[in-house]
Nanobody, 126 residues
Framework: HVQLVESGGGSVQAGGSPRLSCQVSRSTYSVGCMGWFRQAPGKEREGVAATWLGGTTAHVADSVKGRFTISQDSAKKTVYLQMNNLKPEDTAMYYC????????????????????WGQGTQVTVS
C-alpha cells in the first residue's frame, strides 16, 4: 500500500516562497510519476506539477508556470514543490500524487490521472 507523506503547508503572506515536500513510503516502487494537485474552495481540482521519480522530466501547469517548480531527491523518494511569489488565489489544499505507471498528464491540468493521493496540506495566502 503506497503512502504519501506531505509537509510544508501553512499560512503564508502574499509574495512568500514556501516549499512543500512529499515522500513515498510503504512502497516498493523506486520510479513512477509523482506530483501535486490543488483544490481551492469552490473550484475544480487541478494538477500543478509532475515529474518522473528517478528521471529528469518535469511538467508544470500553465497556471503556475514561472512561479512554481518541482524537484526531487530520488534516493529519498521525495518530491518538492517550490512555490514562489505566492498570491491569494494560490490558496488551496495541495495534494501529493503518485502513479507507478507513465505520467498521464496533458495541457488540461484538470484531467491529469494519478492512482495514489496524499491527505493534503493546506496553503493559505493572505
Amino acid at each position: 500500500h503506497v503512502q504519501l507523506v506531505e509537509s510544508g503547508g501553512g499560512s503564508v503572506q502574499a509574495g512568500g516562497s514556501p516549499r512543500l515536500s512529499c515522500q513515498v513510503s510503504r512502497s516498493t516502487y523506486s520510479v513512477g510519476c509523482m506530483g501535486w494537485f490543488r483544490q481551492a474552495p469552490g473550484k475544480e481540482r487541478e494538477g500543478v506539477a509532475a515529474t518522473w521519480l528517478g528521471g529528469t522530466t518535469a511538467h508544470v501547469a500553465d497556471s503556475v508556470k514561472g512561479r512554481f517548480t518541482i524537484s526531487q531527491d530520488s534516493a529519498k523518494k521525495t518530491v518538492y514543490l517550490q512555490m514562489n511569489n505566492l498570491k491569494p488565489e494560490d490558496t488551496a489544499m495541495y495534494y501529493c500524487v503518485f502513479d507507478s505507471g507513465p505520467c498521464k498528464i496533458g495541457n488540461d491540468a484538470t484531467r491529469w490521472e494519478f492512482t495514489h493521493w496524499g491527505q493534503g496540506t493546506q496553503v493559505t495566502v493572505s
